[in-house]
């Protein structure tokens, strides 16, 4: 049953929500001052055209916690003392490939970004045809090739082609909210951050697919609680998940963080045998090697999930894939002690997320779970063949 989604700031006066004939459920992200407070879930049991502004005020005083206002109160008071003048420019990175129609509505969104000062920079990674170079060319964004394929050879182009030092990276099937920077420029006001990730909120919930994605396997989200991640404060298991530190579709980072741990692996992620991992790699790298990730669900993007099963089981296969290699390259990295890899592997990852889901999948589809499984299975295949060809790559071409 498809599902309207959209946000609702709280600060201001609360409208009714209209264009909901086709839902029997409007889920709601409610916001103060911009930061996230809680998700909500509204009814719509007689499949209205609206919902009434006194249905969703009576939503938000069931389901929004007080203490939740209270620390977004808090926070907003905090960041008045926060004047535009003082926050970094920002190099914003699109990394695309064959997919002009969803890129056009990212940068979309992009140039109504309310920020300072800014720079969009798309990188077309072993483009087919010329047709994001000529979408780039009639707007006010700069542009970048990167041939080699992959999409960490990419990420690896923008940070050698941004001009600022703040680089922060979205993906072409992303739209950014309006205040997306300011949190992330906020964020790195502190000193001590090298790092920051933020929320990735469900674009649409309109196919069975994203239904599932979203609220059986768990969706892009990573709560709407601000936290740090540094080294001393999280476990062994927490440090090889990393699924808390952040996704590639919304994080930045300072230029000088990649003097110190390297740049992205380009034998992995999407375009690679790897299938995915790049952006979890680097983040899990960040933490491992004693710098500071913050996770700020102000920095807040809207991602537009597949909308087929057939999709999301092969971005759940590529899952498999991406994640025993990027377990692989951790323990080629020496970031995690070869004992504490195996440990893991058997115990946290294929028993306890990938088995026993497979025996128990509740709500999520087997044959979703079974793709994930395969994906596990052939990641150390898929691993030495990205290794190899990463190789190849680099002896006729170079990382920028």
Same mark, same amino acid.
């Given at each position: ?304 999930? %597949?909308?087929?099963?057939?999709? $999301?089981? =092969?971005?759940? /296969?590529?899952?498999? *894939?991406?994640?025993?290699?990027? @377990? !692989? ?22 028993? %306890?997320?990938?088995?026993?889901? $497979?025996? =128990?999948?509740? /709500?999520?589809?087997? *044959?979703?779970?079974?793709?994930? @499984? !395969? ?26």
């Amino acid at each position: 049953m498809p599902t309207k989604v959209l946000d609702l700031e709280l600060s201001k006066e609360i409208p009714p929500i209209w264009g909901t004939e086709r839902y029997d459920r409007v889920q709601v992200l409610a916001r103060y001052h911009r930061r996230p407070v809680s998700w909500m879930s509204v009814s719509n049991n007689q499949w209205s055209p609206v919902i009434s502004a006194e249905q969703v005020r009576h939503a938000v005083a069931e389901q929004v916690s007080w203490p939740l206002w209270q620390r977004l109160l808090r926070e907003a008071i905090d960041e008045g003392a926060c004047q535009a003048d003082t926050l970094p420019s920002i190099s914003v990175v699109v990394c695309t490939r064959d997919r002009t129609g969803q890129l056009a509505d990212c940068l979309k969104a992009l140039l109504a970004l309310d920020y300072p000062t800014f720079e969009i920079l798309v990188v077309d990674n072993a483009p087919s045809n010329d047709s994001t170079a000529r979408l780039a060319a009639c707007l006010p964004v700069r542009y970048a090739r990167e041939d080699n394929p992959g999409l960490d050879w990419a990420r690896n182009r923008g940070i050698a082609e941004a001009r600022h030092d703040i680089i922060a990276f979205t993906d072409d099937d992303v739209r950014p909210d309006r205040f997306w920077l300011h949190a992330v420029g906020r964020a790195f006001l502190d000193a001590e951050v090298m790092a920051v990730s933020g929320l990735v909120a469900p674009g649409e919930l309109e196919t069975a697919a994203q239904h599932q994605f979203e609220f059986a396997y768990g969706g892009m989200g990573k709560g709407l609680q601000r936290r740090f991640f540094r080294l001393r404060d999280v476990s062994t298991r927490e440090l090889l998940w990393g699924h808390l530190f952040g996704v590639g579709a919304n994080m930045a980072f300072r230029r000088e963080v990649f003097d110190r741990v390297g740049l992205f692996d380009v034998a992995l992620d999407v375009g690679t045998p790897s299938g995915s991992g790049g952006d979890l790699e680097l983040l899990h790298r960040i933490v491992a090697r004693g710098h500071t990730i913050l996770y700020e669900p102000a920095a807040l993007v809207w991602h537009v999930h %597949r909308r087929s099963l057939a999709l $999301l089981k =092969r971005q759940l /296969y590529d899952n498999g *894939r991406g994640f025993g290699s990027y @377990l !692989l390259t951790c323990a080629r990295n020496g970031t995690i002690p070869f004992s504490t890899f195996l440990e893991f592997v058997i115990r946290e990852w294929f028993g %306890r997320w990938l088995v026993r889901r $497979l025996v =128990r999948p509740a /709500y999520l589809s087997r *044959r979703l779970v079974l793709a994930e @499984l !395969l994906g596990a299975i052939a990641s150390p295949f898929a691993y030495r063949a990205a290794q190899l060809r990463a190789k190849e790559l680099m002896k006729s071409s170079p990382a920028p």
